[in-house]
C-alpha cells in the first residue's frame, strides 16, 4: 500500500520503489512515530476534529501494533515505503475505515521530523549516561593516583611530571563538556514539530501545545517551514559525537603508546585484548585502535549530513531522508565507543615503578631546577641557560641532573647548595604545583571534591 497513489495511473517502477523506500532503516523509528501518532489522535478527539470514539479507537489500535511489534507478533514488512506507512496500512487492516482519519492534519513532513528528534533526543540521553559511567571509572582511578607519577609531554617529549590522577582528570573534564554539549543540544531540539503539516501548518484546529507538551517537549515551534526543513539538531548531535569521538582517539592513542612494548607504563586486560595470527607474542590494543579508527567514520556521517542540507531550498526535500542512516549509525559507534572503552580502562593495570623512572628520566625537573635558581636570586632567562648548559653536559655523561655531585653543579654556578636535590625531587617538581588545576596533592583534592558532587 501507497499513502500516495491517487494521481498516479501507472505503477512506480520497482527499482524507483526499492531507491525512494527508507523502511530498511527507520523502522528503528516505529516506537516514536506511533508514539507520535498516538499523541496526534487524542489531539484529534479532544479538539473535535474527529470524534472521542474514533479517536479512542485508534489509539488502542496504535497501542496493539505497538505491543505487538514489541513483543515480536508483528513484524514490520519491508515492502512498505516507510515506516510511517507501515504503522497506518497495519492501523488500517486492524480497525477499518476509521484508521483513515489518523492523518488528519499532518504530513509525514511533520511526521519524520517528529520521529528523529524523538529519538535524537532519547539517544542523547542514554549517551550522557554512558559517558557519566565512564567518569565514575575515570574517578575512581583518579582518587587510587593522585600520588602515581608519569611524565607529562609536549611534543611526546617528556616535560615535567604530572601524575595519573591528573593525567585522567584531563579527560574527565573534557567529558564534562561533552555531556554539555549534549545537553545544550537537546535543549535546542526540544520543540515539537508537530502540527507544521507539509510545510504551511493546516486548517484544522490543532492544538499544538497540547501534542508538545504530551510529547514531553517544551513547547511547540514556531515556524512550520522551519519545523520540517531543518535537521540542524542531528548536525549539532553529530558534532557533539564527534568531537567525543575526537577525545576518545587522543586517548586511545595514548592507550596505544603507554601499552607499547617500549613504554609499558599499562598492560591491557586480556579480555580487552586481541592476539595475532603469526606471532605468539603478542597482545595488541584493538579496542583503542579501532575507537581512534570509528572516529573517522563518525566525522564522516557529520561532513555527509551536512553536505546532504547545503543547498536545499526550504522546506521539505527527499535528500532529507539521508539523515537517518548516518544518525543511526553514529549512536550505534558512538555507544559501544564510550563503552568498551570504559571496560578496557576500567581493568587497565598501571607499572607505576615504570611510570615513576621515566617520570625521572628525561629532565622532566629542568624547569624547576630552573626555579630553584630563580628563587635564589638568578634571573630567569640565566637560570634557563645555566640549566640548558647542565643538560646538554648530563646527556653527555648519560646521568640525571640530580645524579650530578655538588662539585659538578658548582662547575656551572655557585648558587646551588645542599637543598638543591630535594627541590628537585620528582615528589617536590609535583606536590609544590598547588596552583587550580595543577597536579600536587592539594589541587587535585579540589578537583576530586568537584567530580565526586559532579557524579551524583
Ligand atoms: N521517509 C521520509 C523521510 O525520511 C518521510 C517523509 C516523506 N515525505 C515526503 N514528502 N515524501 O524523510
Known sequence: MKLWGGRFTTETNQLVNDFNASISFDKKLYSHDIRGSIIHAGMLGKQGIISKEES????????????????????????????????????????????????????????????????????????????????????????????????????????????????????????????????????????????????????????????????????????????????????????????????????????????????????????YSTGSSIMPQKKNPDIAELVRGKTGRVYGSLMSLLTTMKALPLAYNKDMQEDKEQIFDVVDTVNMSVTLFAGMIDTIKFNNDRMEESSKRGFTNATDAADYLVKNGVAFRDAHGIIGRIVLYCIEKNKSIDEMSMEELHGFSDVFKDDFYDAISLKTCVDTRITTGAPGRESMEKAIAFYNEYVK
Open 56 to 271: 479512542d479507537t485508534i489509539i488502542k489500535g496504535l497501542e496493539g501494533i505497538l505491543a505487538d511489534i514489541e513483543n515480536g507478533t508483528l513484524i514490520i514488512d519491508d515492502t512498505y515505503e516507510d515506516i510511517h506507512t507501515f504503522v497506518e496500512a497495519t492501523l488500517i487492516e486492524r480497525i477499518g475505515e476509521t484508521g483513515k482519519k489518523l492523518h488528519t492534519g499532518r504530513s509525514r513532513n511533520d511526521q519524520v521530523a517528529l520521529d528523529t528528534r524523538m529519538f535524537v533526543r532519547e539517544q542523547i540521553d542514554i549517551l550522557s549516561d554512558n559517558i557519566l559511567e565512564f567518569q565514575k571509572i575515570l574517578l575512581r582511578i583518579i582518587k587510587e593516583n593522585v600520588d602515581t607519577y608519569i611524565p607529562g609531554f609536549t611534543h611526546l617529549q617528556k616535560a615535567q611530571p604530572v601524575t595519573v590522577a591528573h593525567h585522567f582528570s584531563a579527560y574527565f573534564e573534557m567529558l564534562i563538556r561533552d555531556r554539555s554539549r549534549l545537553s545544550d543540544c537537546r535543549k535546542r531540539l526540544n520543540l515539537c514539530p508537530l502540527g507544521a503539516g507539509a510545510l504551511a501548518g493546516t486548517t484544522y484546529p490543532l492544538d499544538r501545545e497540547y501534542c508538545a507538551e504530551k510529547l514531553g517537549f517544551d513547547g511547540p515551534t514556531r515556524n512550520s517551514m522551519d519545523s520540517v526543513s531543518d535537521r540542524d539538531y542531528a548536525i549539532e548531535f553529530l558534532n557533539a559525537a564527534s568531537i567525543i569521538m575526537m577525545h576518545l582517539s587522543r586517548f586511545s592513542e595514548e592507550i596505544c603508546i603507554w601499552n607499547s612494548n617500549d613504554y609499558g607504563f599499562v598492560e591491557l586486560d586480556d579480555a
